[in-house]
């Protein structure tokens, strides 16, 4: 069983965001950028299955700029088999990015398709649900646990206030949370041989993809700036300000 794995290379989760003076989006330049920690999430458990031998291969996909190289060799390094790299240097909103996918799986054929369940820069949660839609496969979001066994994966889902069971027939799209697993260190020998391993590229137009945004930007601003807090003296002036101020007593 083949398992592809789109990884998005956003600004490091460590990283203070900037919004550009004018406005039209957050600083990149001389920012440290990683591999999105959802994706290596989906990395670690697809390269598990295949330490299980369920898996056989785990190919890991990036769409965007050349730099995206460097994600997917932090992937092979975790254990990936081989990497694409679909180049474009056109913004990608998520419906562009499952298109590519989608073309990546139907010239790929793999049973799985595991994702982030959502990119930490522009938290859109859109683009496995997407991909899914445009494949007309069943999808599993949210993913705690993921069980393969034969045709079938049985996937525990994070949902408000418990996690539910559900099981898809492969081929599949499903995303992870963050509880899945706890990704693994690259260790540098595995560094080394990701650099040999195989990394293609491919272009939007040979695919067939518009990639053309959609949407438009209007204005990114900082978020407000949060007031201070306070001291109370006594737990009756507590309630008081409760009262009086945050209203959310009698
Ligand atoms: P999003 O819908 O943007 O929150 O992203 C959800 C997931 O889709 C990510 O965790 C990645 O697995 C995948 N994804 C999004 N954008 C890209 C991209 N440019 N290249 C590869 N995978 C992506």
Known sequence: MKILVPVKRVIDYNVKVRVRPDGTGVETANVKMSMNPFDEIAVEEAVRLKEKGIATEVIAVSCG????????????????DRAILVQTDVELQPLAVAKLLRAVVQKELPQLVLLGKQAIDDDANQTGQMLAALLDWPQATFASRVDVAGATATVKREVDGGLETVEVALPAVVTTDLRLNEPRYATLPNIMKAKKKPLDTLVPGTLGVDVAPRLVT????????????GRVADVKELVAKLRSEAKILP
């Open 65 to 80: 700029g050349a730099a995206c190289q460097e994600t997917l060799r932090t992937a092979l390094a975790l254990g990936a």
């Open 218 to 229: 209007v204005k990114v601003t900082e978020p407000a700036k949060r007031k201070g807090g």
